[in-house]
């Protein structure tokens, strides 16, 4: 029997696996779904689906540097555990490779997966049924500039490239690649540290300031103080909020005065070029991920009632 590509497509939504496994498991069986799909369990791969439903928010942050360009990504497993094992780690790796080259997480999900025949989301299904955790592609960042260097930072790093926080910093400048990457890397490490909003007050979002704005004029307004002190008041406590959460206005914190903004304008005073933080971008694992909280008594309880 021939096998078709709606039975291909067939198997995969009733399995979970990859396109390439099921192509295989149809042309083993002769087209018999029922028997493809015991096909594919008896090799392992039939368990993708079943995983998937799972919370996944462990995993590992990883960046590769491509000359003038750079990209992270965030790959969710479910434990901890799974960060450390070699196929996931060049699963990892090879997603922030393949990331410098796409517009977003969909285009990275149809890329050509290296050395094999499957695509991006296929491989990471099949590396769902070979490690034995559901996984996640969650979210990719790629940063360019046309001169100067995007310097990249891992915080804690579980291998080379990858760890649970990842910083990427564009710099653009005609200074020495040394200069760019000695500031950026320092840039990189108070991002890590300070986690701020947004680079720059005007990129800052809107919403937040609004809401802010709405606090701080309700405790202004119960201060009791006239109308024209309670604005300035408002006004005086947005600039220090600008100063928790924006980056250019952040205290600096390798020496714990300067802003960021007049740290960059030193270095680009000291070396003779104009420096221009273009971006940055963090990741922090599982961030915003809501983790389930496992019971693990009653759980051993509830096993031993049945």
């Known amino acids: 029997m021939a096998v078709t590509a709606a039975l291909v497509k067939q198997l995969r939504e009733t399995s979970g696996a990859g396109m390439m496994d099921c192509k295989k498991a149809l042309e083993e069986t002769n087209g018999d779904i029922d028997a493809a799909i015991d096909w594919l369990r008896t090799k392992g791969l039939a ?8 919370v996944a928010s462990e995993g590992l942050v990883a960046i590769h540097v491509a000359g003038t360009s750079a990209a992270m990504i965030e790959l969710n497993a479910e434990t901890d555990f799974v960060s450390r094992n070699d196929d996931f780690q060049s699963l990892a790796l090879n997603l ?7 517009a977003d997480i969909a285009s990275l999900n ?11 989301a296929e491989e990471i299904t099949h590396n769902i049924a070979t490690i034995g955790e559901n996984m996640m592609l969650r979210r990719m960042k790629n940063i360019k500039v046309d001169k100067g260097s995007v310097v990249s930072y891992i915080h804690n790093a579980t291998a080379d490239g990858m760890g649970r926080i990842g910083v ?3 710099l653009e400048s005609e200074a020495d690649a040394q200069t760019l990457e000695s500031l ?3 840039i990189a490490m108070h991002v890590a540290a300070t986690k701020p909003a947004s680079l ?3 990129s800052l979002d809107p919403a937040m300031v609004q809401r802010e704005r709405d606090v701080l004029i309700e405790q202004a307004k119960e201060s009791g103080k006239p109308q024209e002190i309670a604005e300035k008041m408002v006004e005086g406590r947005l600039r220090k909020y600008y100063q928790e959460v924006v980056l250019l206005e952040q205290t600096f914190v390798i020496d714990g005065e300067s802003k960021v903004a007049d740290v960059i304008k030193k270095v680009a005073s000291d070396c003779g070029s104009d420096i221009t933080l273009k971006e940055f971008s963090l990741f922090v694992l599982g961030d915003g991920v809501e983790k389930e909280e496992t019971d693990f008594a009653a759980e051993v ?3 031993l009632n049945k």
């Open 200 to 202: 720059s007050v005007e």
């Open 110 to 120: 149809d890329l050509a997966f290296p050395n094999t025949q499957r695509t991006v």
């Open 184 to 186: 950026g890397k320092q």
């Open 168 to 170: 990427l910093v564009a």
């Open 96 to 102: 922030a490779k393949l990331a410098n080259d796409a």
């Open 301 to 303: 309880a509830a096993q």
């Open 47 to 54: 368990t993708a689906a079943k995983k998937s439903g799972r």
